[in-house]
């Protein structure tokens, strides 16, 4: 199956600070989808991006298809930002079927 | 508008019972998901199903069971729990068809599960 690899694992970042996380995965996706899960657990979408670029505030993602790789931007950091971001994909000819990556756990430090 | 609505939140079982999780949505979806969540592991598939009478397994599909008999409706059955399905459990829902990519995943809030 597809694989789908999230760095880094871990980030510490101080408020106001800019930071970029990376999504690779291994195939040709028709569907890749960047999640915020906050400390309470739950999961929201931020981004529907199997390809170009998307800014949302202070967040934006970029999605290189051909190279296999998303980035998810956050600027100018809040502790609210703070908890786990997860992209999810989906392989082209596959149906249903999305797969996440383990996730990058952020902490926003005042 | 409701979402994904997940019942219970939590429970406690012992070794050997059996339970049912609940997923509803209210978005006319057709493609619904069972995921886990184990701590340093993220998301893992266990069934998914594309459309009402249909499903199919994920990564992790052993020692549970689905069915899908409204599309509204998707459930999670543990026929003999273990301790190693003690975990937090999601459901989730899109529009997405096969022939499309489209469509936004849905969670619902989650359910926490303990197995002693």
């Known amino acids: 199956g597809i694989q789908v690899e999230q760095s880094p694992p871990d980030l510490i970042l101080q408020e106001g600070a800019n930071s970029t996380l990376r999504c690779n995965f291994s195939d040709s996706v028709n569907n890749l989808q960047w999640f915020h899960q906050n400390p309470w657990g739950q999961l929201i979408n931020l981004f529907y991006i199997p390809s170009g670029t998307k800014q949302n505030g202070r967040l934006s993602a970029t999605t290189v298809a051909t190279e296999r790789y998303s980035l998810l931007y956050i600027s100018s950091s809040q502790t609210t930002d703070s908890g786990v971001y997860f992209c999810?994909?989906?392989?082209?000819?596959?149906?249903?079927?999305?797969?996440f990556g383990a996730g990058t756990q952020v902490v926003v430090t005042p | 508008n409701a979402g994904v609505t997940q019942t219970p939140k939590f429970r406690v079982l012992k070794t050997g019972q059996s339970m049912t999780l609940l997923c509803a949505q209210d978005?006319?979806?057709?493609?619904m998901y069972w995921y886990r969540q184990d701590p340093g592991m993220g998301l893992r598939l266990i069934h998914y199903?594309?459309?009402?009478?249909?499903?199919a397994k994920g990564e992790v599909p052993d020692g549970y069971n689905v069915s899908r008999l409204k599309k509204q409706n998707f459930l999670l059955g543990l026929e003999s729990a273990a301790p190693s399905q003690t975990s937090v459990y999601f459901c989730?829902?899109?529009?997405?068809?096969?022939?499309?990519?489209?469509?936004?995943?849905?969670f619902g809030a989650g359910s926490r599960l303990t197995v002693l």
């Open positions: 199903s594309v459309g009402e009478g249909t499903t």
């Open positions: 989730a829902s899109t529009g997405d068809r096969v022939s499309s990519g489209a469509n936004v995943l849905t």
């Open positions: 999810a994909v989906k392989v082209s000819d596959s149906w249903g079927k999305l797969q």
């Open positions: 978005m006319n979806h057709e493609y």
